[in-house]
Every structure is written in structure tokens, then in C-alpha cells.
């Protein structure tokens, strides 16, 4: 493997890590986003890659996207339908493509008369979608959904073993992908009259962004400086 090739490969990672730094900053204020994290694999295994190409195998790709899973802090906001997730677990919404999951509690009434979303994903209770009335409702920490002083339903909580396998689905959606169901529920309270924050911090991602871009820039220097030693050579080569 030449240096071109090599520093194109980090050149290339670079963009792909600024791409992510972005989307964070982007939605640094987007309740429940979860941060996405740009993952290389070591130079060393992406040789051996290299090796298991040349004997016909795959070798995959350089480069890929996680995400980091874990919860933002809660804000309180002092309204009734918005509720946040304090603990492990998702709500579990019904979509147009299907079932779905979200850490995003920003709930409403809509013209159907159900609990759901921002986005207009009806909110799946432990019976089913939550129906309710125009009636003022409260929201207790177990899910359940009080109305005139009776219980209309209980909001559905769903825990993953490996939530790092959910597949995001944008509008911080979730799709089950590879993850695993557990086999206990969650044991998470709900917080009503809060919101959780992105996992996003600003500063840090500000500081990636500042490394990425120096570390841009020093490549760009190498393949300049190695394209320079390359036409001295031809010259030199040139001259007998």
C-alpha cells in the first residue's frame, strides 16, 4: 500500500468524522437526539483486510457510523404532555412503516383522539394505542395515564440489551434492527413535565472538530510534500 493511498484513506475518514461532528452540533438542541460517533478501524487490521482481499475475501469497509446510546440530562419545562424517559428504556410508537422507538416525549392529542408524538407517531400503551379525551390528564411516574380521576391506560416502555443495535430511522426514530428485547422490563420512571436533552456537548464536539480539521490539513501537507519528492525524482530520472 503507497502513501497516496494510505493518506487518501485518512483524508477520506476526516470528511466522514467532520460530516458527524456537524449532524451533533446540528441538533446539539433536538430533545432525545443521540450522538453519532465515527468509528476507523486500526491501520493494522485494515491490512490484514488488505491481505484477505488479495486471497479473494472481504475485507469490509474502513470506516462506519455508531451511535452512542446513552441518556441526556432532563430539562424541565412545566407542560403536561411532555414526559421524559428517567432510566433505560424506549416508548414504543406505531408509525406509517410500523413499530418504532423514540426517547422523545413530546406528546399530544391528535385528531384521532390518541396520545402521540411531535411527529404524529400514536404512542403504544400496554393495551394498545392510548385513546383519551379532551379532559385535562396527568401522567404518573409507573406510565399510567390518569383522566378524570381514572386510569385510561399505561404508556408502554420497551428496554433493549444492546440498544446500540436499534437502527435509527431519523426524527429520532429507532427500528429494531439487531437489537435484543430484555427479558425484564424496564424499570425506568417517567418524568412528566420533562424533556430529555440531546447527549450532545457542544464544547467537546467543537474541540473534535478543531483536531479533525488539523489533522486535514497535516495530510494534505504530506501528500504536497510527497508529490513534490515524486516530480523531483522524474526530473532527476529525466536528466540521464
Known sequence: MDVLTIASMALQGDLQRMDVISQNLANAST?????????????????????????????????????????????ATGVALDVAIDGDGY????????????????????????????????????????SV????????????????GRVVGQIKLQRFDNPSALVSLGDGLFHQGGARVADKPAAAKLRAGYLENANVNSTQEMIHMMETLRHF????????????????????????
Open 31 to 75: 430533545t432525545g437526539y443521540k450522538r453519532q460517533i465515527h468509528v476507523q478501524r486500526p491501520f493494522g487490521s485494515f491490512l490484514q483486510g488488505e491481505e484477505a482481499v488479495n486471497r479473494g475475501a472481504n475485507a469490509g469497509d474502513a470506516h462506519r457510523m455508531a451511535r452512542d446510546m446513552r441518556a441526556g440530562a432532563l430539562r
Open 91 to 130: 416508548f414504543e410508537v406505531m408509525t406509517d412503516k410500523g413499530v418504532a422507538y423514540t426517547r422523545q416525549g413530546q406528546l399530544r392529542i391528535d385528531a384521532r383522539g390518541r396520545l402521540a408524538t411531535a411527529q404524529g407517531a400514536a404512542l403504544m400503551g400496554k393495551g394498545g394505542e392510548l
Open 133 to 148: 379525551t379532551n379532559a385535562p390528564l396527568t401522567i404518573q411516574d409507573n406510565g399510567d395515564v390518569l383522566q378524570d
Open 217 to 240: 490539513e497535516a495530510l494534505q501537507k504530506t501528500v504536497q510534500g510527497y508529490d513534490s519528492v515524486l516530480q523531483r525524482t522524474m526530473q532527476k530520472l529525466g536528466e540521464f
